[in-house]
Each structure stands twice: as structure tokens, then as C-alpha cells.
């Protein structure tokens, strides 16, 4: 069984860093696209970027370009997204996802629990 | 980058309605196009991808069509379990982003 299981609920003050995880089991990691996906407080789904764990080729929303960092260990089937410096506006909900089965550009099949952010001073 | 804009914001319809969504891409996408359902306080899920291909298990009252820019979600006969936001999105790398959403209630 595919699985992604995140980090625990974070409560960061303004300018903080933090780096959150998803790891995936039930399947080979190393074969599959995995993306963040940003839902502020009764807001929308905010595609932020994905990165191929293989070779850690990864591609970001001009909209969260620079302001947070993807990564991915092969050796442990983690993926991760980090900030330097938190503001409040970060304040959401943050889902990995895994994207289906093929070649070519995939839709997410497979989706994380979701790790609450607070910032808050 | 590309902007995804669904139509209706939100919609109420009755048990046994014909319910359809709009997805307008902004720039053309060829048939890259998933729809996903999110119940509330529910992590989303996958229904159609590659714009009418239909997720296992997902009852065939939902379907998908269009090309290039327009796109649509149509449930055939609404059921009280459908209550939820569907989102559209594009995964036509490097075009990758969701509509903001269409809220679906029982009237």
C-alpha cells in the first residue's frame, strides 16, 4: 500500500526556518514525482513544486520560487520543504503528493495527511 | 505561468441533478488536465486525469471532457456524498497549477 506520511503540526514564529517531511512507503521512491501543495485557512489548492527523487531534478511555481527550498533523501524515501524565514502568510496547511503510475507529466495520485503550519508571533 | 479559472465559485443544486463545472486554462494544455474532490477536513482526491479517464474506484456518475483550453467536470446525477470542492489542474509541464475551486452543496 502506497503510503506518505508527514511530519507533525508546526508552530514557528515570524522569521523562524523549518523543514517539514514526507515519507513514502509501499512503493519504489525513487520512481515517482512528489509535489507540495499549499491550502491556507479556508482557501484553495496552491500547486508550490515537485521534485523527481531519482535525481532530485526539480521544478517550482514562479509563485513560491526562492521563497521555499525542495528536497528529497533517497536513502530514507523522505521529501522535504524548508524556509529560511517564516512570515505569517505561511500559515496553512502543506500536503505532499505522489504522482501516479507512467511516464510524461502525471497528476497526484497519492496524497500525505497534511502538516498543519502556524506562524504566529 | 498559467492561470486555471473555474466557474461557478459555488453551486447548490438538488439530489438528482445534472451538475457541471468549467475549467479555462490560459494557455492550451492539450488533455493534461486531472479533476480532484476534497471533503471537508479531507485530504484531496484524484477523480479524472488526463481530462476523461476516470480514477479506480470513482463512480461513474462523474465524468470528464474538453481539450486544449475549456474543460468539464459533469456529475451526471448528484448524490449527498458529492457534497465537497472540486478543483481542477493542469500538470502540463511546465504548466502546473490548480483552478481555485468550485464549492458543491445540496439545495
Known amino acids: 500500500e502506497v503510503q506518505l506520511v508527514q511530519s507533525g503540526a508546526e508552530v514557528k514564529k515570524p522569521g523562524e526556518s523549518l523543514k517539514i517531511s514526507c515519507k513514502g512507503s509501499?512503493?519504489?521512491?525513487?520512481?515517482?514525482?512528489i509535489g507540495w501543495v499549499r491550502q491556507r485557512p479556508g482557501k484553495g489548492l496552491e500547486w508550490m513544486g515537485i521534485i523527481y527523487p531519482s535525481d532530485s531534478d526539480t521544478r517550482y511555481s514562479p509563485s513560491f520560487q526562492g521563497h521555499v527550498t525542495i528536497s528529497a533523501d533517497k536513502s530514507i524515501s523522505t521529501a522535504y520543504l524548508q524556509w529560511i524565514s517564516l512570515k505569517a502568510s505561511d500559515t496553512a496547511i502543506y500536503y505532499c503528493?505522489?504522482?501516479?503510475?507512467?511516464?510524461?507529466?502525471?497528476?497526484?495520485?497519492?496524497w500525505g495527511q497534511g502538516t498543519l503550519v502556524t506562524v504566529s508571533s | 505561468d498559467i492561470q486555471m479559472t473555474q466557474s461557478p465559485s459555488s453551486l447548490s443544486a438538488s439530489v438528482g441533478d445534472r451538475v457541471t463545472i468549467t475549467c479555462r486554462a490560459s494557455?492550451?494544455?492539450?488533455?493534461?488536465l486531472a479533476w480532484y474532490q476534497q471533503k471537508p477536513g479531507k485530504v484531496p482526491k484524484l477523480l479524472i486525469y488526463?481530462?476523461?479517464t476516470l480514477q479506480s474506484g470513482v463512480p461513474s456518475r462523474f465524468s470528464g471532457s474538453g481539450s486544449g483550453t475549456d474543460f468539464t467536470l459533469t456529475i451526471s446525477s448528484l448524490q449527498p456524498e458529492d457534497v465537497a470542492t472540486y478543483y481542477c489542474q493542469s500538470y502540463y509541464d511546465p504548466l502546473w497549477a490548480f483552478g481555485q475551486g468550485t464549492k458543491v452543496e445540496i439545495k
Open positions: 509501499g512503493y519504489t521512491f525513487t520512481s515517482h514525482w
Open positions: 503528493a505522489r504522482t501516479a503510475p507512467g511516464t510524461g507529466s502525471l497528476p497526484f495520485e497519492h
Open positions: 488526463a481530462t476523461s
Open positions: 494557455q492550451g494544455i492539450s488533455n493534461f
